[in-house]
């Protein structure tokens, strides 16, 4: 949010500036551009990292589907950033893992702006001697402490995590 004139914050109202804003002011950021503004509804993200992604949005809605939907995207870092969290938790508890997929499905509401109403975070851990208590110490601790992604969504919806353990010969 920006300060409006007279201090108060608005998470609404956008205002106008004169100049660019000066990226030296933030920790992090990210810049997308629309690669032809004429058509077409893709932008092309560019992340502090460096790295890129593609977003766009299905034909129905002016796009091609060349990249994931934005909303999507919260779904893949939320998972993302859990699984990381997890996966080195685990690592450090030294259990044997040889398997880890997360799925992560959501409702959404059915009118716009068709938000996300809440989201299940399934862990699936596979491997040899899995203790299952680590798992969901790991999840917990992923979940309370080190997730910045889990923090911010579950601030606004209900986020659930529940896991699974495979254990393999």
């Known amino acids: 949010m920006i300060a409006e004139p007279g201090g108060a914050l608005s998470p609404v109202m956008p205002r106008r500036i004169s100049g660019p804003v000066d990226p030296d002011s933030y920790r992090t950021g990210a810049r997308l551009a629309m690669p032809d503004a004429t058509e077409g509804m893709l932008f092309e ?3 502090p990292t460096g790295h890129t992604v593609k977003v766009d949005v299905s034909p129905e809605f002016g796009g091609n589907r060349l990249g994931p939907e934005p909303k999507q995207l919260l779904l893949v870092s939320l998972g993302a950033c859990t699984g990381l969290d997890v996966i080195s938790i685990l690592r450090k508890k030294r259990q044997d893992v040889t398997h880890y997929s997360i799925n992560v499905f959501a409702n959404e509401a059915a009118d716009h702006p068709k938000i996300y109403t ?12 899995i203790d299952p208590k680590a798992v969901e110490r790991s999840i917990e601790l992923s979940i309370t402490k080190y997730c910045p992604v889990h923090a911010l969504l579950s601030k606004v919806i209900p986020v659930e995590h529940v896991y699974r353990v495979l254990e393999e010969a």
């Not at 809440?118 to 001697?129: C, K, N």
């Open 45 to 47: 993200s560019t992340l």
């Open 118 to 129: 809440s989201i299940l975070v399934e862990h699936v851990v596979g491997g040899r001697g």
